[in-house]
């Protein structure tokens, strides 16, 4: 059955759309056990019509999937290129709550389209990170794609560990609170890390490059 769930250029629009933003919510918050009938009642829509824009569930998902990168990658440049962007974005966490629930429970579920969205936020990092390195805000990386799995690893892992002892908080408006919760909590230290590292000198990095083959080289820009 052809599928409607758009693309890059060509996104989801009208019914399309509510049934992706309605599977989202759904998904955020009851899990990928949740079936279509559920998230057809959602959008007002019969589980059929789901079917006929999306071809099924995995479908679904990978719209919803494509939609969540999408927008994190387009929030995540503003905040690497303009300084002011990124204060205030963390001002307004809260909107986020809906994209965070459905990133996690996307990373929980695992398989092929678990990795995949975690390889392609790895690279959408590496390529915002690239920008904030252009702009000059951001040091460059004797190994850029590392960098930013590893940024990728710390971030999400953080968050599943969150998300594992704060189960209860399923509902988008206790998601929100718990969000701004842990926002408040570890942002002056991750700044502080960022900005001002935390070893004061090189001598672990010397040591650990002495016995590298092949160190790659620091950047020059």
Not at 27 to 48: K, P
Not at 87 to 92: D, K, R, S, Y
Not at 188 to 212: K, Q, S
Request: charged residues 25%.
């Amino acid at each position: 059955m052809r599928s409607t769930q758009g693309s890059d250029s060509e996104p989801p629009v009208g019914t399309a759309a509510r049934i992706r933003d309605a599977a989202l919510q759904r998904f955020g918050r009851d899990g990928f056990s949740a079936g279509l009938r559920a998230v057809a009642a959602d959008a007002g829509v019969t589980a059929g019509l789901v079917v006929h824009h999306f071809g099924s569930k995995d479908g679904l998902r990978a719209a919803c999937d494509a939609y969540v990168l999408e927008f994190i990658h387009s929030e995540k440049m503003k905040a690497t290129t303009r300084s002011v962007n990124a204060i205030a974005q963390l001002a307004e966490v809260e909107q986020y709550a809906p994209y965070a629930m459905y990133a996690l429970r996307s990373m929980q579920a695992g398989g092929e389209l678990g990795k995949v969205f975690v390889d392609r936020m790895a690279k959408d990092a590496e390529d915002y990170l690239e920008a904030g390195v252009q702009s000059g805000m951001i040091r460059p990386s004797r190994d850029p794609a590392a960098r930013a799995r590893w940024l990728t690893y710390q971030h999400t892992g953080s968050l599943l560990l969150w998300m594992s002892l704060h189960g209860k908080a399923v509902e988008v408006s206790d998601f929100r609170d718990e969000l701004r919760r842990m926002s408040d909590e570890i942002t002056l230290p991750a700044l502080e890390l960022f900005t001002d590292g935390l070893f004061v000198d090189r001598t672990m990095l010397d040591d650990y490059l002495m016995y590298v083959p092949d160190p790659p080289a620091a950047e020059q820009r």
